[in-house]
C-alpha cells in the first residue's frame, strides 16, 4: 500500500474511484456538490504532482444504459472545481484511446459504471419465475465477466486510489476488485484517509468518557451497531423510533409509538449487559406525542414510559434533550448516528437539531465529535455547524458497517 503524499505520480495516470453520485435536478443540474468538492484534494494532487486523471464514479441506480444517470451532466461542473478540463468517455469499458492520450496535468471521466451489470456482480434482468439453478447460473456468468470487466479498468492506468468511502463496504469492480492489479501501486485518497481516521478516533482511540449518541427507526438496522459499541463507550443515548422498543423492554407504556415487539428480548439483553459492564444507558424522558403522523398534528409532551393509547413518540422533549447535552458536554469523544424525533417534519425536528447543537458545543469545549448517518449529518448542516465538529462522514451505509466493526471491502483492499 502507497501513501498518496509520498507517491511519485509523475508521468502516471491514476485511475481514481470517487463517489460521485451527487443529488441532479430535473434540468440534471447538481443540487448539492458535497461528494465532489469532497474528492477534489485528491485530485488536485495526483495533477499537481505530474500525473494524469482517470475518474470513476456511478451515479443513482440504473439497471442499464440511461441517459438519465449519465455522468456526462456533471463534466462541466467538475472541470471547474478541479480547475482543468475534463474529458468524458462514453463508454467506461471503451476508453483505451482516451485514458492512452492523457497527458500529465489532464482528466478524463468515466461515464456511469453502473450502465454494467459487472460493476455489482449481480445478475439483471432475469425472468421473475426464474429457477434457483438459472439464478446461480446467471450469478456465475455475471462474476465471469466481472473479471474482464475489472481487468479493463485496471489497463487503463499505472496506479489505482480509492476514495469513495460512500461505496467502501461494497466489494464492487471498482471499489475493490481493481486493487488486486495495482499490488504496489494502491492508496486511498483524502477522503478516505479522513474518513478512517475518523472512525480509528472512535473505536480504536477514544478519549473518555465516549458516549454515543443512536437513534433513527428500527431496532433492528442498529442492533450489531449497538453491540459493537457497548464495551467501547462510557455513555448510550438511545432515541428515535428505535428508543420505543427499549421503553417498553423496561417496561414502559409507549402507546401506539413505532417499535418492534420481536426485538424486545433483545434490548433487555442490552440493557442488561450495560449495566453489568457499568455503562450508562440513557433513553429519553420525556417525548413530544401526537395522535397522528403529521407534522401539522397538534402535539403534548408527556413521560417516555407513560405514553398513552392512540398518541405515539414524534421527537425527544425538552427534559431529554437537557438529560442528554449534559452528558454530551461532559464526554470527551461523541459519535452520532440517527436523528431522535422525526426529522424530516420541521415540528419534530427539535430533538434533533437539539442534538447538533450540542456536539457542536462540545467540540469548541474540546471534545472529538463524529458525526454519521443522513439525518444526522442534514442535521448538522442545517444548522449551520458541519464545520463546528470534528468530522462529518459522507458515508451512510458504510459509516454504519464500519462502527458495526466490519472490515470494508474498499478498505480492506487497498490495506491487503
Ligand atoms: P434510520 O434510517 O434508521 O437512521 O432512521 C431514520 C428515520 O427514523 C427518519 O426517517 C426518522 O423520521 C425516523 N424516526 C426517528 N424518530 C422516530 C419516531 N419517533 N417515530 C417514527 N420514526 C422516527
Known amino acids: 500500500m502507497q501513501n498518496i503524499d509520498t507517491y511519485d505520480f509523475t508521468g502516471k495516470k491514476a485511475i481514481v474511484r470517487v463517489d460521485f453520485n451527487v443529488p441532479l435536478n430535473e434540468n440534471f443540474e447538481i443540487t448539492d456538490d458535497t461528494r465532489i468538492r469532497r474528492a477534489m484534494p485528491t485530485l488536485k494532487k495526483v495533477l499537481e504532482k505530474g500525473g494524469s486523471l482517470i475518474i470513476m464514479s456511478h451515479l443513482g441506480r440504473p439497471k442499464k444504459v440511461d441517459p438519465k444517470f449519465s455522468l456526462r451532466h456533471i463534466v462541466k461542473h467538475v472541470s471547474e472545481c478541479l480547475g482543468a478540463p475534463v474529458a468524458f468517455a462514453p463508454d467506461c469499458q471503451k476508453a483505451d484511446e482516451m485514458a492512452a492520450a492523457l497527458k500529465p496535468g489532464e482528466a478524463l471521466l468515466l461515464e456511469n459504471l453502473r450502465y454494467y451489470a459487472e460493476e455489482e456482480g449481480k445478475p439483471r434482468g432475469l425472468a421473475e419465475d426464474a429457477t434457483d439453478e438459472e439464478k446461480a447460473a446467471a450469478k456465475k456468468a455475471v462474476k465471469e465477466s466481472q473479471k474482464e470487466f475489472t481487468r479493463k479498468l485496471a489497463s487503463y492506468a499505472d496506479c489505482y486510489i480509492n476514495d469513495a468511502f460512500g461505496t467502501a463496504h461494497r466489494a464492487h469492480a471498482s471499489t475493490a476488485l481493481i486493487a488486486k492489479y495495482f499490488p504496489e501501486d494502491k492508496m486511498f485518497g483524502y477522503l478516505m484517509e479522513g474518513e478512517i481516521k475518523a472512525i480509528d478516533n472512535v473505536l480504536k482511540n477514544a478519549q473518555h468518557p465516549f458516549t454515543a449518541i443512536i437513534g433513527g427507526s428500527k431496532v433492528s438496522s442498529k442492533l450489531a451497531v449497538l453491540e459493537n459499541l457497548l464495551p467501547k463507550v462510557d455513555n448510550l443515548i ?17 402507546g401506539d409509538s413505532l417499535h418492534e415487539d420481536d426485538l424486545i428480548p433483545q434490548a433487555q439483553e442490552i440493557l442488561a449487559k450495560a449495566k453489568e459492564l457499568g455503562k450508562k444507558v440513557y433513553l429519553s424522558v420525556q417525548t413530544r406525542v ?81 458525526v454519521g448517518g443522513g439525518d444526522s449529518v442534514a442535521a448538522v448542516t442545517q444548522m449551520g455547524y458541519a464545520d463546528k465538529v470534528s468530522y462529518v462522514s459522507t458515508g451512510g451505509g458504510a459509516m454504519l458497517e464500519a462502527i458495526e466493526g466490519k472490515d470494508l471491502p474498499g478498505i480492506a483492499a487497498i490495506r491487503d
Open 238 to 254: 438511545i432515541g428515535g423510533g428505535m428508543g420505543y422498543t427499549f421503553i417498553k423492554a423496561e417496561g414502559g407504556k409507549i
Open 290 to 370: 401526537t395522535q397522528a403522523f403529521d407534522n401539522e398534528a397538534p402535539s403534548k409532551l408527556v413521560p417516555s414510559h407513560e405514553i398513552p393509547d392512540g398518541w405515539e413518540g414524534m421527537d425527544c422533549g425538552p427534559k431529554s434533550s437537557e438529560m442528554w447535552r449534559e452528558v454530551i458536554l461532559a464526554s470527551k469523544t461523541v459519535l452520532w448516528n440517527g436523528p431522535v424525533g422525526v426529522f424530516e417534519m420541521p415540528n419534530f425536528a427539535v430533538g434533533t437539531l437539539q442534538i447538533a447543537k450540542d456536539l457542536a458545543d462540545a467540540t469548541a469545549a474540546g471534545a472529538y465529535t463524529l
